[in-house]
């Protein structure tokens, strides 16, 4: 891709400030949007834009958009998802410290749409810059009329307020999200009713996430026929990928989709950090690593699916051959378990019990029989877990089994301790 | 902590900025995790009468209160160091060497995970994913974030952070939060 987008004006001093923003387009999206569209327009141009959710499932945004009750007298609320919590994502962060004003304005956008007059945006506790920025934007656009009553002489009203989070990676989950904004725990709730229908405090709401609302902006600054222009037909427009771990060139490099694993992580990423790769995890700690004979699938939701794998947030994770898998393993069951919202007994007790038995055979006490139990345990977990936690967890954990096998039989037969784990904390 | 550290001190002192956070919210309950986050600002740390404060000023049961304050993990039940060292230890960060920092930490330190030094300055946490995944491994002391860290880095940090007669970088006021180093910003990919 030639010109970037969503990147474009992040490294510019004054990228925060609403005057830049404005000079260069700023806000007239939006203008246009309240002037010459009607709700149900800005839906169906989402709809045609193909624009799909960035924060993990890939959902259609217009589609979800339209599934909220029109004229049914309720209130209707719009939160901004930014709780970015997956391991491997921090693309996010960047856009709410240095382009605050693009997720305000997709925001506002997406409001009128679904006609929501309240606004939260849930940012995670650690991002104490991303809020500070996003609180300032917020300020500026009221001061110029973009937030509050009658927003740029439409009647259109609309009111942003922050929600931070307090640190609980479940909270990433939209409904868990919305609980949490109620003032609950952060535990998932049963789909249906979906949120559209039966939301936060009970009213129909749309949960998006923060870089699916920058491209609602751009969409609007820039048209519908620049976005579908870029990237495959299915999964359209830019996006945002985080490349870490042991590769060369790690950063967020805005690209479409489609291209392969293997171009993202040799072409952008300069190749492995040490030897050769051994595995890649494209798209955040919940999506199962794909092995090096593996990189040629196309970074694209059909594609990945069909590897036995997700695009999630487009978290690439590189593993070379100084990593050892049953490390990555073990640290994948201890997140997923700590992070486990207690709800149901499946993800609770089975990631707790992985990661018990993961621990003991990364010291050196494996038995025989321990690989078939995770299987079993990974199995219950996968088919029974109430919310994605649990399912991400053991379909990761299971990728490790599934292509390092050969590690785990090593470290159980000869029981040699990996040199990292002697400094595990 | 303030010398009027009770209940009826702390409605005194917060009552007013929590009823005008619960503005934000159609219900009163909305507003006890932004309450949790005032009283912790304010006193350092979170007890039960903290809570039976809270429960007060919102009219809430006091066990809402406390199933937030227990289930979410940035609410602290206990005083910490003047610097809280949150080193990121997942994988991201693993990979990048976060394991043999953080052993480097506990020696120079002398504590353990979770523990605080005998001066009361450090205390040492292991966290989990912090969204700096490009600049790893990374650490937040405080609100701050320190990254591309090694030990030579740590070192001086703590050495800075020793010698450095400063106030606790978490401030009531964002405004005097410090503010990362240059540089410290995720970084947009290079060009292949």
């Not at chain 2, 066990?63 to 809280?84: D, H, P």
Request: overall charge negative; proline content about 6%.
């Amino acid at each position: 891709m030639s010109e970037l987008v969503l990147l474009k004006h992040i490294t510019h001093p004054d990228s925060t400030d609403i005057e830049y923003y404005e000079k260069n387009g700023g806000y007239q999206g939006l203008k246009q949007v309240l002037s010459d569209y009607s709700p149900d327009q800005v839906i169906e141009t989402i709809k045609t834009s193909s624009l799909r959710g960035r924060g993990g499932a890939g959902f259609p945004t217009g589609l979800k958009w339209s599934f909220v009750p029109k004229g049914d007298g309720k209130i209707h609320y719009l939160c901004c998802n930014a709780d970015e919590g997956e391991p491997g994502t921090f693309k996010d962060r960047l856009l709410m410290e240095r382009d605050p004003h693009r997720v305000i304005e997709g925001m506002i956008i997406a409001a009128y749409a679904i006609q929501s007059q309240v606004a939260y945006i849930y940012i995670r506790g650690e991002y104490g810059l991303s809020i500070e920025q996003i609180s300032q934007a917020i300020k500026a656009a009221y001061a110029r009329g973009y937030l509050g009553k009658n927003i740029s002489g439409s009647s259109f009203c609309l009111d942003i307020y922050i929600h931070k989070g307090a640190g609980a990676y479940i909270c990433g989950e939209e409904t868990a999200l919305l609980e949490s904004i109620e003032g609950k725990r952060g535990q998932p709730k049963l789909k249906p009713p979906f949120p559209a229908v039966s939301g936060l405090y009970g009213c129909p709401t749309v949960v998006n996430n923060v870089e699916t609302l920058a491209c609602v902006a751009h969409i609007f600054a820039r048209g519908v026929d620049w976005f579908t222009a870029i990237g495959p037909e299915d999964a359209p427009g830019p996006r945002l990928f985080g490349l870490s771990g042991r590769l060369q060139n790690p950063g967020i490099y805005e690209l479409p989709m489609g291209l392969s694993l293997r171009e993202l992580v040799f072409g952008y990423g300069g190749g492995p950090l040490t030897g050769q790769f051994k595995a890649v995890i494209p798209g955040g700690l919940s999506a199962p690593m794909v092995p090096l004979a593996g990189l040629d699938v196309k970074m694209n939701f059909a594609d990945l699916a069909a590897a036995d794998s997700m695009m999630g947030s487009a978290a690439v994770i590189a593993l070379d051959e100084t990593t050892s898998i049953p490390t990555v393993g073990r640290r994948i069951a201890e997140f997923f378990s700590h992070e486990s919202c207690g709800k149901c007994a499946p993800c609770r007790e089975g990631l707790h019990w992985a990661s018990k038995i993961l621990n003991r055979i990364e010291s050196g006490q494996g038995r025989p029989g321990d690989l078939e139990q995770l299987q079993v345990i990974c199995g219950g977990v996968f088919n029974n877990s109430f919310c994605a936690l649990g399912v991400g967890a053991s379909w990761a954990l299971r990728a490790t089994l599934k292509h390092f096998s050969h590690e785990y039989d090593a470290l159980i037969t000869q029981q040699t301790i990996p040199v990292r784990d002697r400094t595990r904390p | 902590m303030t010398a009027a550290y009770s209940k009826q001190g702390i409605i005194a002192e917060l009552a007013a900025p929590i009823a005008d956070i619960a503005k934000c919210y159609p219900t009163q309950r909305s507003a006890i995790m932004p309450a949790l986050y005032l009283a912790q600002e304010t006193y350092g740390f979170l007890d039960e009468t903290a809570y039976r404060a809270i429960s007060e000023i919102l009219d809430v049961p006091e066990i809402w209160v406390f199933e937030l304050a227990s289930f979410y993990t940035l609410y602290k039940n206990k005083n910490i160091g003047k610097y809280n060292l949150q080193l990121c230890t997942n994988v991201p960060c693993m990979l990048r060497g976060a394991y043999d920092l953080f052993a480097h930490l506990q020696t120079r330190l002398g504590i353990n995970k979770g523990e605080t030094s005998k001066d009361g300055l450090f205390t040492l946490t292991a966290v989990e994913c912090i969204g700096s995944c490009d600049v790893a491994p990374a650490m937040m002391v405080n609100d701050t974030y320190h990254t591309n860290l090694s030990k030579e880095r740590v070192d001086q940090l703590l050495d800075q952070l020793s010698q450095a007669d400063m106030e606790p970088l978490t401030g009531k006021d964002p405004s005097t939060r410090t503010q990362p180093l240059a540089g410290n910003e995720p970084s947009a990919g290079k060009e292949p």
